[in-house]
């Protein structure tokens, strides 16, 4: 009988393995090319789609360079410290996210590393299963195998949902901010990185108590780790009253590491293309994804 068990144990676990290697995502086009969509976008959309609800989501990518250098650092401080030094998994926080899950007799999304994060949001789901845990622990190995940290860095603010429907950096900048993403000033870019872990219960567009304080958090470890400034953050522009509604996203950044996806937009679809030196070109226009 054990014997039976093993045996049909085994088979489960070669026909996953078997399963995992057929479908396991080819990542390399992604060191030239932006993704048109995600797996988390498309599964928002789905739900947004059950509701009864216009599945129309914002979303534009754009070079590296034209994302502010306080988001870029604010994203590393509260999500991932040590995203240089780790190959894409951070053994010790996995560990100690391990001991929590067992001290609390549950599974929890602690642990992942930027490029664990940007695995998921690519090409798997919110699921706390432990066999997704292992996938996206392999893709996440893939994905430092074949890009650069800046690459990887680059995609992740510009795919992960920053608010409802709105996902990378120059869509929350335009949505929230009414400017782009490079130009935020340290105390929005502190907003946007601090809603990462829960971005719908989060809003950076009219902050609770809790992102506040993630806000701050963020601050003084970006001062702490000369990132700012003590100016930059104590004396940030005063907003203006009755701003006008977000421009439209720009049509044409610069090329560098990518090449253009197509876009869908809820209306009608037009092409552009420019070239500049030194950055990532995204799609030539706002994205809003069907």
Not at 166 to 174: F, K, L, M, R, T
Not at 229 to 258: G, H, M, R, S
Request: with cysteine; aromatic share 8%; charged share 25%.
């Amino acid at each position: 009988m054990m014997r039976r068990v093993a045996g049909i144990v085994v088979l489960l676990l070669v026909a996953f393995a078997a399963y995992e290697w057929i479908t396991f995502p080819n990542v390399a086009p992604l060191k030239d090319q932006w993704p048109k969509t995600t797996a988390f976008m498309e599964l928002r959309k789905r739900e947004l789609r059950a509701e009864g609800k216009d599945d129309t989501l914002l979303y534009q990518p754009v070079a590296y360079a034209r994302i502010s250098p306080y988001l870029r650092r604010g994203a590393l401080v509260a999500e991932d410290n040590e995203f240089y030094e780790h190959k894409g998994v951070d053994v010790e926080a996995l560990k100690a996210a391990i001991r929590k899950d067992l001290e609390k007799k549950k599974l929890t999304q602690g642990g992942s590393t930027i490029t664990m994060q940007l695995a998921k949001n690519l090409y798997l789901n919110p699921s706390r299963n432990p066999l997704r845990k292992i996938e996206e622990y392999f893709i996440a190995r893939s994905l430092e195998n074949h890009l650069s940290k800046k690459r990887i860095l680059e995609l992740y603010l510009n795919v992960v949902e920053m608010g409802e429907r709105v996902y990378g950096a120059e869509a929350a900048s335009q949505f929230y901010f009414h400017t782009s993403a490079s130009a935020l000033t340290p105390s929005q870019a502190a907003l946007l990185a601090g809603c990462l872990p829960n971005p719908r219960e989060m809003n950076p567009g009219a902050p609770n108590k809790r992102l506040r304080a993630r806000e701050r958090m963020i601050l003084a470890r970006m001062r702490r780790w000369g990132y700012l400034f003590e100016e930059e953050v104590l004396t940030p522009p005063t907003p203006k009253k009755n701003a006008p509604p977000p421009p439209e996203l720009e049509q044409t950044p610069p090329t560098d590491t990518a090449t253009p996806a197509p876009t869908q937009t809820t209306t009608s679809t037009e092409t552009t293309e420019t070239t500049e030196t030194n950055e990532s070109q995204p799609p030539p226009q706002t994205t809003t994804t069907q």
